[in-house]
């Protein structure tokens, strides 16, 4: 899909529809949880939408996994 954002008229869509620059709108806390080593969000993203909600006064948990990727599927770390 990256080779889309080439298209002006794809990535106004883009800018408009991501969660960071519509982090304002976000009132309900939100726990997120990224993995170091997901290879689709950068974890910066990550932190940086955590601070875009706390900015604007919404409350977010933070829990970066160490050992994961896109997605929580080690055995040990999927146990409650």
């Known amino acids: 899909m990256c080779f889309l954002q080439g298209d002006p008229k794809i990535r106004a869509f883009l800018e408009n529809i991501s969660p960071l620059n519509n982090a304002v709108e976000i009132t309900k806390p939100l726990f997120i949880e990224p993995g170091m080593n997901d290879p689709i969000v950068p974890l910066s993203e990550s932190e940086a939408m955590v601070a875009a909600l706390r900015k604007n006064g ?18 040990k770390n999927c146990d409650f």
């Open 58 to 75: 919404t409350p977010a948990w933070y829990l970066m996994a160490k050992d994961e990727g896109h997605g929580f599927v080690k055995e």
